[in-house]
Structure formats: C-alpha cells, structure tokens
C-alpha cells in the first residue's frame, strides 16, 4: 500500500511536469472514441489536417470548404476512400456574398483580412481575388450529428460560428476546434478571442484545451483551441 502511495505521488508529479503541452490525439480520441466520425473541415487548405484526421480515425463522411479553387480540387483525390465525401470550393461566413480574399505566396495564410507587419517573409501577397461565401447552417440544416468541426480561417473564425448558429443552439457538432486570433495577426479583424468564447458560451460550449500556441516577440498570434458542449 505504501509503494502505491508513493508510485501515485511520482505519477502526479511527472503528469504536473509535463502538463504544458497537448497530446492533441490523445485529446481526440478520449473525446470521439474508437467509431467511425462525421468530420468538417474549414479552411482545408492543403489538407494536412485532413490527413492527420484520417491517420488516427475511421471517417464515415467529411465535408471541406476551401476557397482557392486550385487547392480544392487537389483535395478530391484524398477523399476517395471515404464512403459520403464533398469539396466546397467556397468560403464559409455568416452571409451569403462574394467577398475580396487575398492569396498569400503562402496558401496557409490567404485570408480576406491583410496581415499586420509581424513577418515580413510570409506577408506578400500573391494576388486578390473575389470568392464565395456561404453560411454553415444553410448548408447543414437538417438535425445531424457532427463529430467533429476543425475551423481555421485567419481571421474569419468569429463569422463562421455566427452563420452557424442554429446547430450550435441545438448542439448538433459533439466537438469543435476553432484558431483563436490575436490582435497582432491581421488588419480589420472586428472580433477578439473573447468573442468567440463568449459567443460558443451562450450555446454551452466551453474551451476545454488548447493544442498550439504561436508567438512573436513573446506575444500570442493564435492559438488552436477546443470546444465541447456541456452537458
């Protein structure tokens, strides 16, 4: 019994030790369990993410929303072992316009805010372009059960949530991960982080972790956070 008590003390210790940083696929796992999910991706990109997702779980149907036409179609080809799978080549929001969006030399960070003067070296801009939006629950408004919903949008988090506010309300997504971005990052963003929580709190979603934190000159750019509804 004494060793026991002593094994534990060192455990607690290690695990406090350690505690700064997330297993993000731990953190799925425990959240989503061992069956096959309902995944969306906003903001796909190049599909990384996606490809991080499939690694470690059994995806049933995935919808992706990617502007940049380019990057939309070479995503199709990663979706053809998903039984029920769908690339919008389009932009989420909470109105349904046509909105200007600058394409960085860096894809990952085209957005339709212009970057503040924080790095020089991914800041040019490649060319703007006109691109769709959509809103979420125009698309997603039947009473489904989403698993899972990654958001990353530089800087047009906050309006996503906003158009996706009736499944949110009826707490249809079991998990969200949304980039929370700070002032330092883009030009014109009329939002904050406290918004966003905020916003997610009114429909019982509360932050529950955090998987990365980017800095510049000890100032936080943004951080992934994660999402749950409370029971």
Avoid at 27 to 38: A, Q
Avoid at 175 to 202: A, G, R, S
């Amino acid at each position: 019994m004494q060793f026991l008590k002593y094994y534990q003390q060192i455990d607690d210790a290690i695990s406090y030790l350690i505690s700064s940083v997330s297993n993000e696929k731990k953190l799925l796992k425990d959240v989503l369990g061992k069956k096959e999910i309902f995944y969306i991706d906003v903001g796909t990109n190049v599909g990384n993410y996606l490809d991080f997702v499939k690694k470690n779980f059994k995806i049933k149907k995935v919808y992706c929303f990617e502007p940049i036409e380019s990057l939309a179609k070479g995503l199709e080809k990663k979706i053809l072992d998903i039984k029920e799978g769908k690339i919008y080549n389009c932009a989420l929001s909470n109105k349904n316009t046509n909105k200007t969006f600058f394409l960085y030399d860096i894809s990952s960070q085209s957005s339709f805010y212009k970057q503040n003067n924080t790095y020089t070296s991914v800041q040019k801009i490649k060319k703007k372009m006109k691109v769709n939006i959509k809103v979420f629950d125009q698309i997603f408004n039947k009473n489904l059960k989403i698993d899972f919903c990654k958001i990353d949008a530089q800087g047009e988090d906050y309006n996503i949530l906003r158009g996706m506010k009736k499944n949110l309300k009826r707490g249809t997504i079991r998990l969200l991960k949304v980039e929370l971005c700070f002032p330092l990052m883009h030009k014109n963003v009329n939002c904050n982080y406290l918004d966003i929580l905020n916003y997610l709190k009114k429909f019982n979603y509360n932050l529950f972790s955090i998987s990365k934190i980017k800095y510049k000159n000890n100032e936080i750019l943004f951080i992934d956070a994660f999402f749950k509804k409370s029971r």
